[in-house]
């Protein structure tokens, strides 16, 4: 069922696109704004549970056809940043043999961590007008999501230790605490990541005209359906979400 997702998502923009040959009303536009993403944990594994949101600037293209006074649909291609951020006492991921332990050995440390994922995200949304005026609406959809990128970006100084409490800190010599590890840098994890990813968005708006077009608030939800990971036995379960304030403007074409 997770891949035809993808299939399913691109049929459905395929049939809304398709709309203009109906004698409607058609209108295009862009929107951005202030995208608040965040990893949902499916497991309990130490590398995927922990994340909180961050924040981060999203905006696309979208055409709206009318097919009632009352009812929409509207494809959107989106520029959508997802992903989240750790700060504070987290997994060490590189490898403990480095160090002369055993590999494999659990290491813990306290830095600051970003989860920087973006997709190409296209929903396909059924649009409701709420009352004759036509400014306050609903919108509900699926959407498919393509990686664009994905790379963690850390930074900080901190000893490591065995626990997740910080209380057992890396030893060697025997008594010794291993100087301060720098965390500092950008690594790219793509290829960690499945190439695509699929979920539902919805959200309300608020529509006034203006001009020779069309001004819209709109706030909107999103949830990825499929975990991110490719290999979830070693790096857990995570379901992308986030919340959109986008401020658009539609001008008609017909």
């Known amino acids: 069922m997770r891949r035809r997702a993808?299939?399913?998502?691109?049929?459905?923009?395929?049939?809304?696109?398709?709309?203009?040959?109906?004698?409607?009303?058609?209108?295009?536009?862009?929107?951005?704004?202030?995208?608040?993403?965040?990893?949902?944990?499916?497991?309990?594994?130490?590398?995927?549970?922990?994340?909180?949101?961050?924040?981060a600037f999203a905006f696309g293209l979208f055409a709206e056809y009318d097919v009632s006074s009352s009812f929409a649909i509207q494809p959107e291609i989106n520029y959508a940043p997802q992903g989240g951020q750790r700060n504070g006492a987290q997994p060490v991921t590189f490898d403990a043999s480095a160090l002369g332990l055993p590999p494999g050995t659990p290491l813990y440390a306290s830095y600051d961590n970003t989860a920087d994922i973006d997709y190409l995200e296209i929903p396909v949304l059924a649009k409701y007008w709420i009352g004759s005026a036509r400014q306050l609406y609903a919108d509900f959809g699926p959407y498919v999501g393509f990686l664009l990128t994905a790379k963690n970006v850390s930074k900080g100084?901190?000893?490591?230790?065995?626990d997740q409490a910080?209380?057992?800190?890396?030893e060697n010599p025997p008594g010794t605490p291993l100087?301060?590890?720098?965390?500092?840098?950008?690594?790219?994890?793509?290829?960690?990541?499945?190439?695509?990813?699929?979920?539902?968005?919805?959200?309300?708006?608020?529509?006034?005209?203006?001009g020779a077009?069309?001004?819209?608030?709109?706030?909107?939800?999103?949830?990825?359906?499929?975990?991110?990971?490719?290999?979830?036995?070693?790096?857990?379960?995570?379901?992308?979400?986030?919340?959109?304030?986008?401020?658009?403007?539609a001008v008609p074409v017909r």
């Open 179 to 210: 100087p301060p590890v720098d965390f500092g840098a950008t690594t790219d994890v793509k290829s960690e990541l499945r190439s695509y990813n699929w979920g539902i968005q919805g959200g309300v708006g608020y529509g006034h005209s203006l």
């Open 157 to 162: 100084t901190s000893q490591l230790y065995y």
């Open 213 to 249: 077009g069309r001004i819209e608030l709109d706030l909107r939800g999103g949830y990825g359906l499929m975990n991110v990971q490719k290999d979830t036995a070693a790096n857990g379960k995570n379901n992308t979400g986030s919340l959109v304030v986008s401020l658009g403007y």
């Open 166 to 170: 910080l209380t057992q800190p890396v």
């Open 6 to 55: 993808p299939a399913l998502g691109l049929a459905l923009l395929c049939a809304a696109l398709a709309a203009p040959a109906l004698a409607a009303p058609v209108r295009v536009g862009l929107h951005a704004g202030s995208s608040i993403p965040n990893l949902h944990a499916g497991d309990n594994n130490p590398i995927s549970t922990g994340w909180s949101s961050r924040v």
